[in-house]
């Protein structure tokens, strides 16, 4: 079994920052591409961010370009979300996400995603 779980998320002011972690359970943490996915109250769930199973691409989606980061440790299973100067748009719940992947491939769909954490909810305040 998988096991994805998020933690970091919280309560913030427009402009501060957070950091979300996702820890990994389960097959081999290198054997997934990684992404974090955010759902907002009546919006569709969005791929924000994603990242190879060596780390050596991502992908972010334009309205976070330049504000946040995605990285991880494959020798600790683990994989980061640096977000700064939020802003309120930003608020949602949050989710990390593994996708079986080929080396260098970014999984750029949400069906390509197999294993999913609980969520973490960010909110930030204006």
């Known amino acids: 079994q998988v096991q994805l779980v998020e933690s970091g998320g919280g309560l913030v002011q427009a402009g501060g920052s957070l950091r979300l972690s996702c820890a990994v359970s389960g097959r081999t943490f290198s054997t997934y591409a990684m992404g974090w996915f955010r759902q907002a109250p009546g919006k569709e769930r969005e791929l924000v961010t994603g990242i190879t199973r060596m780390g050596d691409n991502v992908y972010y989606v334009d309205s976070v370009r330049g504000r946040f980061t995605i990285s991880r440790d494959n020798a600790r299973n683990t994989v980061w979300l640096q977000m700064n100067s939020l802003k309120p748009e930003d608020t949602a719940v949050y989710y990390c996400?593994?996708?079986?992947?080929?080396?260098?491939?970014?999984?750029?769909?949400?069906?390509?995603?197999?294993?999913w954490g609980q969520g973490t909810q960010v909110t930030v305040s204006s």
């Open positions: 996400a593994a996708a079986g992947a080929i080396w260098g491939e970014l999984a750029m769909t949400r069906e390509r995603y197999a294993y």
